[in-house]
């Protein structure tokens, strides 16, 4: 990829609570993209609660899966599902800390894979969401 310091950065920790890339203390950067600002503001922490009350909301509207599974099978399919999603998270909190881009994870699959997994990779994820709308 030209133009992206790609796989030679090294991270380090500068002092308890800052991550460097190879010393010079700027924050990353993904090739042409600008640096990542933290720029939360009052509203955007607010549609972070609305959502996780609407997560809450899935487990109410479950009743069909418990009439179809039973306690016990839905107690395990959610178990798996939850173990599942906890490591996918894990991984992508950790290149995140590591690798900061200003992206998806698609950004993460060029970077780390391939251009054509990554153009697959944005169809199904565009995909995924014209189903759920």
Not at 21 to 27: R, S
Not at 32 to 59: C, E, T
Not at 72 to 84: A, D, K, N, R, T
Not at 103 to 110: E, K, L, N, V
Request: aromatic share 10%; charged share 15%.
């Amino acid at each position: 990829m030209a133009g992206s310091k790609g796989f030679n950065q090294v991270a380090h920790v500068v002092d308890d609570n800052q991550r460097g890339l190879d010393g010079d203390g700027d924050d990353a950067t993904s090739g042409d993209f600008a640096p990542l600002h933290r720029k939360l503001k009052s509203r955007h922490l607010q549609m972070i609660a609305i959502g996780g009350i609407i997560g809450p909301g899935l487990l109410v509207g479950s009743g069909n899966a418990l009439r179809l599974a039973g306690p016990g099978g839905i107690l395990i399919s959610f178990s798996l599902v939850g173990i599942i999603v906890f490591f996918v998270m894990q991984s992508l909190g950790e290149l995140a800390t590591v690798i900061p881009v200003s992206g998806s994870f698609i950004d993460y699959a060029t970077r780390f894979c391939d251009k054509a997994l990554a153009f697959a990779l944005g169809w199904a994820y565009w995909y995924l969401w014209q189903l759920l709308i």
